[in-house]
């Protein structure tokens, strides 16, 4: 239900929504100098501003009149002679606006997101009514930038029935799933992207990463190559080459691996830096390699205090029966203010701590680092089973079935819920 006030000022149109916003502004005490200013950010000015609001707090009967005797025909007969010089849209509370202001909104809304302030972006992709696949495929970003998964979704969904060959969209889209740990809908976004640009090095990464979680080492080494043809210098792609080789127990082509992602991160990021050194410290223990282990293992905490670097320490320490230094690293751990993703990750690499404990028979440790694992990363299903896999080697039967029994009850919470 729209009004329009012609008497001066004029040219104002206000919604319902827009009249109770004001008139709850009042009621909570904010002065009309609060309601101006924030009024006077979609476009208005300050004389219309303080008209409306006068008007609404003294003429309620008198509008309601308006509405449904005289305002509601006249609008009617605006939009069937299709007024040109106006844009009417009801999805941005009925206000009326011109075909300059929706460039100065889109303007808006660029300049804030290419200066990092999203929200700002936010509210005025929003108020646009041309809002492309590009535009949707934005707002899905800013979502999934300020952790709203389901808003981000959503608006991918948009951007891509609009132009359904967007391979930007499935990639954000792939972006949001792997957030939350939906490898499997993850990789199957990625692939779509991939597969309507195949000369894209993220998006093969990507795909190298879905399929490491999803413990497809072979398939992660061809996309991590793939990737290396579009750049023979990512990093990143090296990385995940030699945790592929990690997990196929080619511990020295893992080593070779990590050692050229390590030349290459170290000018560039600083964070990659210190998880593939631990990567690499790791890897020399899996070859019972200690002097290097502890290097690189040391190397790796001069840029961050990762809690796998510390456990690769103490077990390299506790391999070489120095039981006090061991202990010394082991209470250095600390898994907190690593987000949900990088938790995930750094549940690969204490797994990897736990298959060295496990190897050598240390079987309390192994079971340490496995409920490390579950801990950081409770819905993967391969954790309690490496878990449960241990105590059937122990002959701990009861124990083994208490393991799949939390999964199933994991699971059923889940369901519920």
């Known amino acids: 239900m729209q009004i329009i006030y012609n008497s001066k000022p004029k040219n104002i149109i206000l919604n319902e929504k827009l009249s109770d916003y004001i ?16 009024l006077i950010n979609f476009g208005y000015g300050s004389e219309l501003i303080d008209y409306h609001i006068n008007f609404l707090e003294k003429n309620r009967t008198k509008r309601i009149f308006l509405i449904t005797v005289v305002v509601f025909p006249l609008l009617l007969i605006l939009f069937l002679y299709k007024i040109s010089s106006f844009d009417i849209t009801f999805k941005n509370g009925g206000i009326r606006i011109s075909t300059e202001e929706v460039k100065n909104y889109e303007k808006l809304a660029y300049s804030y997101y290419a200066v990092g302030d999203y929200n700002n972006s936010l509210k005025f992709f929003l108020l646009s009514p041309n809002k492309n696949s590009t535009v949707l495929r934005i707002i ?3 979502y999934r930038f300020n952790g709203n998964y389901n808003e981000a979704i959503t608006y991918y969904n948009y951007s891509i029935k609009s132009r359904p060959n967007y391979p930007v969209a499935y990639y954000g889209k792939g972006v949001v799933y792997y957030l939350l740990g939906d490898y499997e809908k993850s990789l199957t976004n990625f692939l779509k992207a991939y597969d309507l640009n195949k000369r894209d090095e993220s998006t093969a990464e990507s795909i190298a990463l879905d399929y490491i979680f999803l413990e497809d080492y072979e398939s992660a080494s061809n996309f991590s190559n793939q990737a ?9 792609a090296y990385t995940f080459l030699a945790r592929s080789y990690y997990m196929k127990k080619d511990y020295r082509a893992a080593i070779a691996f990590y050692q050229k992602a390590v030349n290459l991160s170290q000018n560039v990021n600083l964070n990659v830096l210190s998880f593939d050194l631990a990567s690499l410290g790791i890897s020399y223990l899996a070859i019972r390699d200690y002097n290097n282990s502890i290097y690189y293992l040391n190397q790796s905490l001069r840029y961050i205090e990762l809690p796998h670097a510390y456990g690769g320490l103490a077990a390299a320490y506790l391999l070489m029966g120095n039981e006090a230094l061991s202990e010394k690293y082991e209470n250095k751990m600390n898994f907190n203010g690593f987000s949900e993703p990088e938790k995930r990750v750094l549940s690969l690499n204490m797994r990897n701590i736990a298959r060295i404990y496990n190897e050598t028979n240390f079987f309390n440790k192994t079971i340490q680092y496995y409920e490390f694992t579950i801990d950081l990363f409770p819905e993967n299903k391969l954790f309690y089973d490496d878990l449960y896999n241990v105590y059937i080697t122990k002959q701990e039967h009861g124990k083994a079935q208490e393991v799949l029994n939390r999964y199933k009850n994991l699971k059923k919470i889940e369901t519920n819920s």
């Open 23 to 38: 008139k709850n502004a009042l009621k909570k005490g904010y002065s009309k100098e609060q309601i101006k200013n924030y």
């Open 140 to 142: 899905g970003d800013i």
């Open 228 to 236: 290396l043809k579009y750049n023979e210098n990512s990093y990143v």
